[in-house]
């Protein structure tokens, strides 16, 4: 029986929205417990990081470090993280797990809103003032549901990014 290296994200999870420095968790192996992880849009890598996996050697265990992108890309950008038991050169392992992200990288927390008979975005936007900034077009980026911004359903939830 051969060893065999694995890695499971915990988090982010897909389509959760990320600042421009994120926590990345989860349980996995690598070369001497080392834990690879990029940051994509694209075909271009944009952020680099690794961790320590808690089971050290090949053994699994848990790792969390934080990631921080290189420039900050426009509010609302998707970007692709990419964790992989690290091989010891510069590419992923077989044990590759790609999780799609929303980035905002000013983003100070988002707002939950259940949508009411009557609410528009641009009403839900300028109730967020309070809070915080927001676009429109932000709000529309963070809750990939919303596919076109003039039709909301009663009972949605939508994610309000607030920077």
Sequence with gaps: MGLRSDV???QPAKDDLVGRRFVVTGIGSG?????????????????RGFAQSAGGGFALGEFSTTVELDRAPRPGTRLVVEVFGDTGDDGP???LRRVEVICFPDLAGWLLHRVERGDTLTGIVR????????????????????????????????RVPLS
């Design 8 to 10: 499971r994200v915990r």
């Design 31 to 47: 070369f001497e417990g080392t834990i690879g992880i990029r940051v994509r849009r694209g075909d271009r890598v944009v952020g």
């Design 93 to 95: 392992g077989s044990d």
């Design 127 to 158: 109730q967020a003032r309070d809070f915080g900034r927001t676009t429109l077009a932000q709000v529309v980026a963070a809750n990939p549901a919303v596919t076109d911004p003039d039709v909301i359903r009663v009972g949605q939830l939508l």
